[in-house]
């Protein structure tokens, strides 16, 4: 993350978390196969850091922001 949008992200977000390669093409699947969204891996990473701790967040409002759907047919057919 840049040094400008690690300050930024300081002051607004609660907690980081690390994701897989593997955990993000589920996400990307599960964006396209369940919400009909075409998304590129940074929706796609976004759904798996919520699906890794989703048992955390029961009862508490979420937002997945799901933007973006920069990814070739070829990436997307290798996912699906």
Same mark, same amino acid.
């Given at each position: 993350?840049? =040094? &400008?949008?690690?300050? @930024? !992200? +300081?002051? %607004? %977000?609660?907690?980081?978390? *690390? *994701?897989?390669?593997?955990?993000?093409?589920?996400?990307?699947?599960?964006? %396209?196969?369940? $919400? $009909?969204? @075409? &998304?590129?891996?940074?929706?796609?990473?976004?759904?798996?850091?919520?699906? +890794?701790? +989703? =048992?955390?967040?029961?009862?508490?409002?979420? *937002?997945?922001?799901? !933007?973006?759907?920069? &990814? =070739? =047919?070829? %990436?997307? +057919?290798?996912? @699906?």
């Amino acid at each position: 993350m840049g =040094s &400008i949008t690690f300050q @930024l !992200c +300081k002051d %607004v %977000v609660d907690e980081f978390t *690390v *994701v897989s390669e593997d955990e993000i093409i589920d996400g990307i699947r599960i964006g %396209v196969e369940k $919400h $009909h969204q @075409l &998304i590129e891996g940074a929706a796609g990473t976004a759904i798996a850091g919520f699906l +890794k701790y +989703k =048992s955390n967040l029961i009862g508490k409002t979420v *937002v997945i922001v799901m !933007c973006g759907g920069n &990814i =070739s =047919s070829e %990436v997307l +057919k290798t996912i @699906l």
